[in-house]
């Protein structure tokens, strides 16, 4: 919702989601091959269109290292033609990134460490009886990293 918000506040109207059903068996050339294909079939009608997408916003660091690949398959050179963002800040450390060693354009760190410390606050918190039996709720808010 805060993705859509925001672009309605940049005056841009979101286009709907596209769900793609990953594979995900072992972490060869060809799997990350046929799952980038299997994507661009997803993404060919936003990529080719007479108003193609200049940005696509995925869900994950895996998704936006395939989305590179299936951008490239149409002729669509990442981080030029079409910038390409992910979530979680690991694209460097999955499987994949043996198959795309470019980063996205941006992704978002959850700051897991800083998640995992908050956790534990809390915790030791209630084991001292310092908060009420109500739930607690603490937001740790992303850090936006961008590589170009």
């Known amino acids: 919702h805060g993705y859509e918000k925001a672009l309605r506040e940049a005056g841009i109207e979101p286009l709907a989601?596209?769900?793609?059903?990953?594979?995900?068996?072992?972490?060869?050339?060809?799997?990350?091959?046929?799952?980038?294909?299997?994507?661009?079939?997803?993404?060919?009608?936003?990529l080719?269109?007479?108003e193609p997408v200049d940005a696509l916003v995925c869900g994950n660091d895996i998704d936006a290292l395939l989305a590179m690949q299936a951008c490239?398959?149409?002729h669509r050179e990442p981080g030029r033609?079409?910038?390409?963002?992910?979530?979680?800040n690991i694209w460097n450390s999955t499987p994949e990134f043996q198959h795309e060693t470019q980063p996205p354009f941006a992704t978002a760190?959850?700051?897991?460490?800083?998640?995992?410390?908050?956790?534990?606050?809390?915790?030791?918190?209630?084991?001292?009886?310092?908060?009420?039996?109500?739930?607690?709720?603490?937001?740790?808010?992303?850090?936006?990293?961008?590589?170009?």
């Open 81 to 88: 033609d079409v910038l390409i963002a992910g979530y979680d």
């Open 48 to 50: 080719t269109s007479g």
């Open 109 to 148: 760190d959850k700051r897991n460490n800083l998640l995992g410390r908050e956790l534990v606050r809390l915790l030791r918190r209630r084991v001292n009886g310092e908060l009420p039996a109500a739930s607690q709720s603490v937001v740790v808010p992303p850090h936006v990293v961008t590589f170009r």
């Open 17 to 46: 989601p596209v769900i793609y059903p990953l594979s995900r068996i072992d972490g060869t050339q060809a799997e990350f091959e046929a799952n980038a294909r299997g994507m661009l079939g997803f993404l060919a009608p936003l």
């Open 72 to 74: 490239r398959l149409c």
